[in-house]
């Protein structure tokens, strides 16, 4: 397995470009998220799912949003790229549990905007 | 909501010492509490974790304390390595899996 994966691994943006970031996990989770990590900080939840079809906010939504097409796919869109946007992305997934399961990172989107 | 505070958010020990790094959370109703290691540039990964149904829970060199009572979790290392030098981040969840991360301890194991 490949666990989850994201593209790109580094993207520079103007202000003002939008892009989005790809995230694939092969492990059949339900569940995915979005967070991000600014240089020296902890992780803040951007956005999740807990199925296909079924999206909701985080805790830093504002200038993003994400679709749940399929169980593998959880792309994040940035509109309108602002430089406080700048910092790395993480993708994670877990299967579901009612009391909280591991959850499995891809491996980031380094992402600058100028 | 959840509000995860994390102790100390920088930690240097000597090759063979313990290190501990403890965490608080606000929310009773959390009962699943994760620790991450993060190398430098790396994805976060998965050390330990622990339920609420568990007060110590041990692998190896690393140990993972929960008190409810005080809602307060520690992660004890002993005889640090080298390698075990990174950031570690603790974390919680309550119903519906969603984790509230601490805001990272960076671990310097000198040699």
């Known amino acids: 397995n490949a666990g989850v994966t994201q593209t790109p691994k580094f993207r520079i943006l103007k202000i003002g470009q939008s892009m989005t970031l790809q995230c694939t996990q092969d492990?059949?989770?339900?569940?995915m998220y979005w967070y991000r990590q600014d240089p020296g900080m902890g992780l803040k939840l951007i956005y999740y799912s807990v199925g296909a079809g079924i999206t909701d906010k985080g805790e830093v939504p504002n200038g993003y949003n994400v679709s749940r097409s399929t169980t593998e796919d959880f792309p994040l869109r940035l509109e309108l790229a602002a430089p406080s946007q700048t910092s790395v992305y993480f993708c994670?997934?877990?299967?579901?549990?009612?009391?909280?399961?591991?959850?499995?990172f891809g491996p980031g989107t380094r992402l600058t905007v100028l | 909501g959840e509000n995860v505070e994390q102790h100390p958010s920088t930690l240097s020990v000597q090759e063979g010492d313990s290190a501990v790094i403890k965490c608080t959370y606000s929310d009773s109703a959390s009962n699943y509490f994760p620790w991450y290691k993060q190398e430098l540039g790396k994805r976060p990964q998965l050390i330990i974790d622990?339920?609420?149904?568990?007060g110590e829970k041990k692998d190896q060199r690393i140990a993972v304390t929960l008190n409810k009572t005080a809602k307060h979790f520690s992660l004890h290392i002993t005889e640090t390595q080298p390698e075990d030098s990174a950031v570690y981040f603790c974390?919680?969840?309550?119903?519906?899996?969603?984790?509230?991360f601490g805001g990272g301890t960076r671990l310097m194991v000198k040699p």
């Open positions: 994670a997934s877990s299967s579901f549990s009612m009391t909280g399961n591991e959850q499995f």
């Open positions: 492990m059949n989770h339900n569940y």
């Open positions: 622990i339920r609420s149904n568990v």
């Open positions: 974390a919680a969840s309550g119903a519906g899996n969603m984790l509230t």
